[in-house]
């Protein structure tokens, strides 16, 4: 097993291998020796980043309506997306599984019938890719 630090250095529940390269891949965590690593992020304000977009969304799924129990991703975590509201939709499980780790948009191209409010949606998308550019570019020309 894996020690897994918080932000502050203080120890969370230990994780597997697997977890903890899984996170420092995703530039989530860093390595601090062979059996440790530190998460660059603060897991239990994810959950309240969770709770604000369930709210927010009314705990309805953008994607089809139905009640929504999780939240999906605009930007994929695995493509660096945020874990801040803005880049989370409520959705239920069955269009969070279906979607997996396809783009917002093509999901929306598949789901654009069943859709409760298509400008809503999309706004949100447009928005929440937008901002990860910027983010990106900030992440750039500071190490310039
Ligand atoms: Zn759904």
Same mark, same amino acid.
């Given at each position: 097993?894996?020690? #897994?630090?918080?932000?502050? @250095?203080?120890?969370?529940? /230990?994780?597997? +291998?697997?977890? *903890?390269?899984?996170?420092? !891949?995703?530039?989530?965590?860093?390595?601090?020796?062979?059996?440790?690593?530190?998460?660059?992020?603060?897991?239990?304000?994810?959950?309240?980043?969770?709770?604000?977009?369930?709210?927010?969304?009314?705990?309805?799924?953008?994607?089809?309506?139905?009640?929504?129990?999780?939240?999906?991703?605009? #930007?994929?975590?695995?493509? @660096?997306?945020?874990?801040? /509201?803005?880049? +989370?939709?409520? *959705?239920?499980?069955?269009? !969070?599984?279906?979607?997996?780790?396809?783009?917002?948009?093509?999901?929306?191209?598949?789901?654009?019938?069943?859709?409760?409010?298509?400008?809503?949606?999309?706004?949100?998308?447009?928005?929440?890719?937008?901002?990860?550019?910027?983010?990106?570019?900030?992440?750039?020309?500071?190490?310039?």
């Amino acid at each position: 097993m894996i020690t #897994v630090l918080n932000v502050d @250095g203080q120890k969370l529940t /230990p994780c597997v +291998l697997d977890r *903890a390269w899984r996170e420092v !891949n995703r530039a989530r965590a860093v390595w601090i020796d062979e059996q440790t690593i530190q998460l660059l992020y603060n897991p239990f304000s994810f959950r309240d980043y969770r709770k604000t977009a369930l709210k927010r969304d009314k705990y309805t799924c953008l994607w089809c309506g139905r009640p929504a129990t999780t939240v999906d991703h605009i #930007v994929p975590s695995s493509k @660096g997306g945020s874990d801040l /509201p803005q880049n +989370l939709l409520a *959705a239920c499980m069955a269009c !969070n599984t279906k979607r997996g780790n396809r783009s917002a948009f093509s999901y929306l191209i598949e789901k654009v019938f069943s859709v409760p409010n298509l400008i809503k949606l999309s706004y949100r998308i447009i928005k929440a890719r937008r901002n990860h550019r910027q983010t990106n570019r900030c992440k750039y020309s500071s190490t310039a």
